[in-house]
């Protein structure tokens, strides 16, 4: 079975420093990695897709990458802000409308 | 305004009762999923329907149960069988038509607390 990890779990750092979230997984059989962004007691935003086919993605200050044969992705943020604390998730889909998600990293942005 | 919304936003349940959680979706998609969280561990595949009037199981379904009976709502009953329903649940929707992004999109969660 699919298994996600995201580390770390916890991530703190100061206002305007660029910083990387790593996810892996386990099946490199994927079609797809989402990373998406929770705050706290609200649902899932989706913030990039990466289709099995590309290698990045890119969104304003986010880029996302894939390496399906190593079984990791990474999130980069540009510029951190406050704004952008929150929990960061991602979830790949092996199919059979499947989404095996990771625990998440709680990212703080110190002002 | 496009999107899905999940009713109520809090949701308190006695021992022994069943409990209705609402999602509706008003973006045309075909697929609708049902996701439990828990604090530590990453969501979870409780139910997911591709088309009206079908629904599956997912990784977690005992003790839940689901309706398709029109293609914009997919309701969830938490079941006095599920002996640990307190958790925060998420629905998801997304098209499934062949060559598009396939993209999930969540609503904003229900929170279910046992008395």
């Known amino acids: 079975k699919q298994e996600v990890t995201q580390i770390p779990a916890a991530l703190s750092v100061p206002e305007g420093e660029n910083l990387v979230l790593n996810c892996s997984f386990t099946?490199?059989?994927?079609?797809?990695l989402q990373w998406f962004r929770q705050d706290p007691g609200k649902g899932l935003t989706s913030l990039l897709l990466?289709?099995?086919?590309?290698r990045e993605q890119t969104s304003g200050r986010l880029n996302a990458s894939l390496d399906k044969s190593s079984g990791r992705s990474t999130l980069y943020i540009a510029a951190s802000q406050p704004g952008d604390s929150a929990t960061y998730l991602c979830?790949?889909?092996?199919?059979?409308?499947?989404?095996?998600f990771g625990t998440g990293t709680r990212l703080t942005v110190i002002p | 305004d496009g999107g899905i919304t999940q009713s109520p936003k809090y949701l308190f349940r006695k021992e022994g009762q069943n409990v209705t959680l609402s999602c509706e979706q008003n973006?045309?998609?075909?697929?609708m999923y049902w996701y439990r969280q828990d604090p530590g561990q990453g969501l979870r595949l409780i139910y997911y329907?591709?088309?009206?009037?079908?629904?599956q199981k997912g990784d977690i379904a005992e003790g839940y149960s689901v309706s398709r009976e029109k293609k914009e709502s997919f309701p969830l009953t938490v079941t006095s069988a599920q002996k640990n329903p307190t958790a925060f649940y998420l629905c998801?929707?997304?098209?499934?038509?062949?060559?598009?992004?396939?993209?999930?999109?969540f609503g904003p969660g229900t929170r279910l607390t046992v008395l």
């Open positions: 990466i289709q099995s086919s590309q």
């Open positions: 329907s591709q088309i009206v009037n079908d629904f």
């Open positions: 973006l045309n998609h075909d697929a």
């Open positions: 979830a790949v889909e092996g199919g059979a409308n499947n989404l095996f």
């Open positions: 099946d490199s059989a994927i079609y797809n």
């Open positions: 998801a929707s997304r098209t499934d038509a062949a060559g598009t992004y396939n993209e999930q999109f």
